[in-house]
Every structure is written in C-alpha cells, then in structure tokens.
C-alpha cells in the first residue's frame, strides 16, 4: 500500500466514524427547498406591505413550515432509502440541542409582534439560528457550522441596519444561506461517495 493509499483508507475511516456521531438525514434537498421557500417568501413583499404585522407573520409562518416538512420529508425517505432509524439517538442530541435556541426565537418574537416591533425580528431570528446551529456543532456535518457562523454575523447586521433591511436581509441570511448549505451538502455527498467507490 503506497502513501496515496494510505490517506485515502484513513479519510474513508474519518469519514465512517463521522456518520455513527453526526446527523446523516439532513439532505441537500432540504436545504434547497428551505432556501427556495425563504427567497419566495421575500420576494413576496414586493407586493405585500412587511409593516402590516398579519401579513409578516403569515408569510414567514408558512416558509418556517414549510422548511420544517422539506426537512422532516427528505430525511424520512433518507432513512427508508439507507435503512436507518429516521429518530434516532443523533437525531435526538440535535433536537435538544436546538430546543433553547427555538424557545427562545418563540418568546421574543410573540413580545415584538405585541410590541409592534415586528420588524426587529429578522435579526433576532437569525442570531437564535446562528446560535442553534452552532449548539449542534458536534452532531450535525460541517456546512451547519459555516451557516451558523454567517447568519450569526447577518444577524448583527440586521440589527445595524434596521427595519428598513429586514426583508431583503432575511431573503438573504436563510434564502442564499440555505440555498448555500444544500450546494455545500451536495458537494460533500458526492466527494463521499467519490472517495468511497476509489477506495473500494
């Protein structure tokens, strides 16, 4: 076995001890759906009025829904396809590491929307999505990671600019950032599956 050989066997060992730690469901087909609805969901307000708090609400309700049944449906063909249990323990450890930033995300935004303030909310969304994904850093691949990190940083900047910003930053902090992750996820399958044929 030459060096070249060599490498390769221990990134298809990495790469097999990654897959009984880390989330393996999420599908770039989930991040692109997720991404697509968001983009829509912008979009939207070009005939919509953001600062009508009903339609705000209404309109970015139905992409988190959404998203949350492109997640929840792809992951579950996943795990028929690949003949794993869709709740398993790593699907469990993500859940509840993300359970406090999704409460979170929940109180504050019922206290902006009673407020009247709902157009706060894009930054503060996106800061309670940075931080969940970066709480699921140990189970979930690390493309999340990357996300997390971004949207953290879209969300500061969210707030600096403004209500004026929220829509358009939103369709890019979980529309490009979406679309992103499930390209991200697609490139990683593929170089896998590349690794593991050579290798085999």
């Known amino acids: 076995m030459n060096a070249v050989e060599a490498a390769r066997n221990l990134e298809l060992i990495r790469t097999l001890m990654e ?3 880390q989330y393996q469901l999420l599908t770039a087909r ?3 759906a997720a991404g697509c609805l968001a983009g829509a969901g912008a979009v939207s307000f070009l005939a919509l009025d953001p600062s009508n708090p009903w339609q705000f609400g209404a309109v970015w309700a139905a992409v988190f829904a959404g998203s949350v049944l492109a997640l929840l449906g792809t992951a579950w063909l996943r795990a028929r396809e690949s003949r794993q249990r869709f ?9 509840l ?5 999704v409460f979170t995300a929940l109180v504050l ?5 009673a407020g009247g303030q709902h157009l706060w909310l894009p ?8 931080q969940g994904a970066l709480a699921t850093a140990a189970y979930a691949p690390a493309p999340i990671r990357g996300l997390g990190l971004v949207t953290l940083a879209l969300g500061t900047l969210t707030l600096t600019l403004g209500p004026d910003w ?3 930053m939103m369709g890019m902090g979980f529309g490009a950032g979406h679309i992103g992750l499930g390209l991200a996820l697609l490139q990683r399958r593929r170089a896998g599956l590349r690794l593991y044929r050579e290798v085999a």
């Open 97 to 101: 590491a993300l359970l406090p930033a």
């Open 123 to 130: 930054g503060v969304w996106m800061l309670c999505y940075g």
């Open 109 to 113: 935004s019922v206290f902006f929307f």
């Open 166 to 168: 929220a829509v358009p």
């Open 87 to 95: 709740w398993s323990r790593q699907a469990r450890m993500v859940v």
């Open 19 to 21: 897959r009984t730690t």
């Open 30 to 32: 989930a991040g692109l």
